[in-house]
């Protein structure tokens, strides 16, 4: 009798047991489950409330920048110490909203950057291990004027080869235009290394996104863009062409530590970024392959040497100077036959 009831008992025990891991099991999921929810209205919210505040910070860059609405009279001579000149190359298609906050606004950082440097040259503090550029070529708009997919690297080699040979840039800024940079970013320093400048920007919480990246904002000697062939061409669509450019740089010996892009000291790469609200939607399809392509594959001189600005292939359909200070590539693909 006594072990009909331990049996019994043990049964019940069982069931019982199996019922409350039921109960653990379903209460877990209805936690996890609301914890989502929770988790997902707060990111909705986040994200609207980053959203308002970049719309609030484009709008206070406007308004900043209304009075840097007249062009610089180029080539600008800002200094007689250095023959270096600097061009500012940026990518572009239907981003007029981006464009009308850029332009105002990198005209107003350059000429407070060259009062900050006189200021220190008046005190004795020149920079003798970066060398300075002393010429504002112009900033070259390139212009995709088609419906292909947008190919921000090739727009760039475009820009690069069209700002060397045209005004004689030996020194570079590949720019997008929707990120600004903030005070104690220096452009007019001949970088000895290509450097990302944009290392720090808001919406990665003024920390790189990851060590390697090597998008936004770079700076670079045009000598160096030639040594290792530009940006690949191949790269329609968004994304993954930056990976690609550290390789290359990587490549031929200008990355100072592995696997880690260069970057200027901690304070000065800070950028925020506009609105993505005018941002034109990106076409992220093929993404992974791209990526796959990137991280599958060996480069080395002769790879690099297969395609980029020695490859470069466009159709010029105008060349519009916007301001004194500003011209717009406006390029299609050139046909292969």
């Not at 209205?41 to 900043?64: C, N, P, T, W």
């Not at 770079?218 to 863009?225: P, W």
Request: net charge negative.
């Amino acid at each position: 009798m006594a072990v009909k009831l331990l049996s019994r008992l043990s049964a019940h025990r069982t069931v019982l047991l199996a019922v409350c891991m039921v109960l653990v099991v379903v209460g877990y999921m209805v936690s996890s489950f609301q914890a989502a929810e929770k988790t997902n209205k707060l990111l909705v919210r986040s994200q609207s409330h980053a959203q308002g505040l970049m719309d609030f910070i484009q709008q206070l860059a406007y308004e900043v920048t209304e009075t840097y609405r007249t062009s610089l009279e180029t080539p600008v001579q800002l200094c007689s110490n250095s023959t270096s000149t600097l061009a500012i190359v940026v990518p572009y298609r239907n981003r007029e909203a981006h464009l009308k906050v850029f332009l105002p606004w990198m005209r107003r950082h350059l000429l407070a950057e060259h009062a900050r440097r006189l200021e220190q040259w008046s005190q004795g503090l020149q920079d003798q291990a970066n060398p300075p550029v002393c010429q504002f070529a112009k900033f070259v708009i390139v212009e995709q004027a088609d419906n292909t997919p947008f190919n921000r690297a090739w727009l760039l080699n475009i820009g690069s080869a069209y700002a060397y040979s045209e005004y004689g840039a030996d020194v570079l800024s590949l720019h997008d235009v929707d990120t600004l940079p903030l005070d104690g970013v220096h452009y007019l320093n001949v970088p000895p290394l290509p450097l990302q400048l944009s290392g720090e920007i808001d919406r990665y919480g003024f920390v790189p996104h990851y060590p390697a990246n090597a998008g936004g904002v770079n700076l670079l000697q045009y000598s160096q863009f030639a040594a290792f062939n530009g940006f690949s061409n191949g790269f329609d669509g968004w994304g993954a062409e930056d990976d690609d450019f550290f390789h290359r740089l990587e490549s031929v010996g200008l990355i100072e530590r592995a696997g880690i892009m260069n970057r200027p000291p901690v304070g000065h790469g800070r950028f925020f970024t506009l609105s993505s609200k005018d941002h034109t939607e990106r076409d992220k399809s093929g993404y992974s392959e791209r990526m796959q392509q990137t991280y599958g594959r060996s480069y080395d001189a002769e790879s690099n040497a297969a395609d980029g600005l020695s490859t470069l292939r466009y159709h010029l359909k105008d060349a519009i100077a916007l301001a004194d200070d500003t011209v717009v590539l406006k390029v299609v693909r050139k046909p292969s036959h």
